[in-house]
Nanobody
Framework: QFVEAGGGLVQPGGSLTLSCAPSGFGLGYYAVGWFRQAPGKERVGVACITAGIVASYYYEPSVKGRFTISRDNTNNTVYLQMNSLNPDDTADYFC????????????????WGRGTQVTVTS
């Protein structure tokens, strides 16, 4: 499974960088997605990066321009840089993998981590 880290408490307008590293497997042929789940709500896709030398990206419209997903193949880690955070971004954030291409449907992903909590509040 993946291990997520980097969550925490931040004020509106602040930034956090989440990391996602697999335990026991590589990322070579897999897309990696970040998802979030707020209390009482469904898990939704936030950002995704495809496999391949030239990656493609997906961003949920509410985070486009504020969040950036990237992958470090040397360190086998995927990051989610989150800027201009607002209270609506408060959620548990998870990462998971899917063969090659991205999707915003969580059901296509596997090897879910336990998540990292992000709380945006003044």
């Amino acid at each position: 499974q993946f291990v997520e880290a980097g969550g925490g408490l931040v004020q509106p307008g602040g930034s956090l960088t989440l990391s996602c590293a697999p335990s026991g497997f590589g990322l070579g042929y897999y897309a990696v997605g970040w998802f979030r789940q707020a209390p009482g709500k469904e898990r939704v896709g936030v950002a995704c990066i495809t496999a391949g030398i030239v990656a493609s990206y997906y961003y949920e419209p509410s985070v486009k321009g504020r969040f950036t997903i990237s992958r470090d193949n040397t360190n086998n880690t995927v990051y989610l840089q989150m800027n201009s955070l607002n209270p609506d971004d408060t959620a548990d954030y998870f990462c998971a993998r899917k063969y090659w291409s991205c999707s915003n449907d969580p059901s296509g992903f596997s090897n879910w981590g336990r998540g990292t909590q992000v709380t945006v509040t003044s």
